[in-house]
């Protein structure tokens, strides 16, 4: 045993202790997917008319923007895809508001820059701009007989790089933004010129703030107003992620439950406990006292990955558990070669310390060649994920790829630091049993 040795040791101990404790904190829950908790699905439609043509680019476009919002809303793994030519289909697992996720999902988020002039307006008024096409969707919130002003808009939403929910103690929750260069110009013109006059923030026809324009404003700004913390996050995550270039109106929503059902479920836990039993008892009995402490290791391995799956978090669906337990596969496997390389040393006459030391040594790049290999089919397959919307095959990769890493993690460090810690100082007295050595 060397000093390094001591140290990996208080490192394994403690992030043992870590992985027990994040497993036992209830602020950090398992994340489940739709396949095993249910949730809501929503059927929404080009809300334009049945003549007007939709090219197959505009809906996935839609369907890019809407998948970003949900996911930047917290539900994560959702299923967002096309369904024919003027739908799309959004299932969100397990979310707890559901008005929210629809709304969020639905709405166009219009968001325009209006010169009112030397007059403020009131927070909640409908308005119309020149960009209107007609009577504005909020004008029935209107008092009777409120009159609906048309404005000059200066500049939209698209004009927007970066929007952020902030929140200060004096002036309270809003919204930071960043312009485009392209767009930096013709605001810095625009404010220069109409210094104390008012430019209404309007979202969606209705009025969000008129501050008052009392500075040059040429590449960043704020909108301010009565927001709560949710009302700013859900505005930033809009105006973030685009105006969806086609209307949808909700044609139908339901519950739906787990799609694999209680039995299934059960029986897949089931199916995973017997095998990983089955792996922890095939070490035992064919390695003996190295089997027994890479079981140890293999455990801890288990512990370490619920935990990063529970911290991060991961969302478990049936494919990503599935990525876990490969990967389970691929830590025995790494033990595996360790262990087979030692064996070899000690038949060849090698003194067990001399044995461990080579073992080690010469399997590493063997497990270093096939886990990098691994971890770039993971990217390949989150890349694919992500572009064309297969949240399953995401999922599936992250949980390999975080396996993976720990699984070297484990044969690397966890199960030498364990055999040099007990077999090394044993040596002599194991020189004389072999058997318990797998030999």
């Not at 994340?31 to 929404?44: A, E, M, P, S, T």
């Not at 476009?61 to 959004?90: C, H, K, M, S, W």
């Not at 484990?410 to 030999?439: C, D, S």
């Amino acid at each position: 045993m060397t000093r390094n040795d001591y140290i990996w040791l208080l490192v394994i101990i403690a992030a043992t202790v870590a992985g027990i404790w994040i497993m036992q904190n209830p602020d950090y829950p398992v994340r489940q997917g739709l396949d095993l908790q249910g949730g809501l699905q929503v059927l929404l439609e080009a809300d334009v008319p049945e003549d007007q043509e939709i090219t197959t680019e505009e809906m996935d476009t839609v369907r890019q923007i809407i998948d970003q919002r949900v996911n930047a809303f917290g539900v994560t793994e959702p299923l967002v895809q096309v369904e024919g030519a003027r739908r799309i289909l959004v299932e969100l697992p397990g979310i707890e508001n559901p008005e929210d996720a629809i709304a969020l999902v639905q709405e166009t988020a219009l968001l325009e820059f209006v010169d009112s002039g030397n007059t403020p307006l009131p927070e909640g008024l409908c308005i119309r701009t020149n960009l209107s096409d007609g009577p504005s969707r909020c004008e029935a919130n209107n008092p009777p007989g409120t009159e609906v002003p048309t404005f000059e808009t200066v500049m939209t939403g698209a004009g927007l790089l970066h929007a952020n929910a902030e929140f200060r103690q004096l002036q309270g929750n809003f919204v930071s933004f960043v312009l485009k260069p392209e767009e930096s110009q013709i605001f810095a013109d625009y404010t220069r010129t109409h210094q104390g006059q008012f430019l209404t923030i309007v979202l969606d026809k209705q009025v969000v703030s008129s501050p008052q324009v009392n500075a040059v404003i040429e590449d960043s700004g704020v909108i301010t107003g009565n927001f709560t913390p949710d009302e700013a996050s859900k505005l930033a995550l809009q105006l973030q992620f685009g105006s969806l270039p086609i209307p949808l109106r909700i044609e139908s929503t339901r519950q739906v439950g787990a799609t694999l059902g209680e039995q299934s479920i059960a029986a897949s836990i089931r199916a995973g406990t017997i095998g990983v039993a089955i792996v922890l008892l095939f070490m035992l009995v064919y390695y003996r006292l190295p089997g027994f402490l890479a079981d140890i290791a293999l455990l801890i391995y288990a512990l370490l990955n619920f935990a990063v799956f529970k911290f991060v978090p991961v969302t478990l669906t049936l494919p990503a558990i599935t990525g876990f337990l490969l990967s389970t596969g691929m830590a025995v496997d790494a033990n595996i070669l360790v262990f087979e390389r030692i064996k070899e040393e000690l038949r060849k006459g090698a003194t067990l310390r001399e044995s461990i030391i080579t073992g080690f040594d010469r399997a590493w790049s063997s497990i270093r060649d096939s886990n990098i290999a691994t971890l770039v089919i993971c990217f390949i397959l989150w890349t694919f994920g992500r572009n064309f919307g297969a949240s399953v095959v995401q999922g599936f990769a992250l949980t390999l790829a975080i396996g993976v890493v720990i699984s070297m993690f484990t044969a690397v460090i966890i199960t030498r630091t364990f055999v040099r810690f007990v077999i090394g100082r044993a040596a002599t007295w194991l020189r004389q049993r072999r058997w318990l050595l797998g030999v």
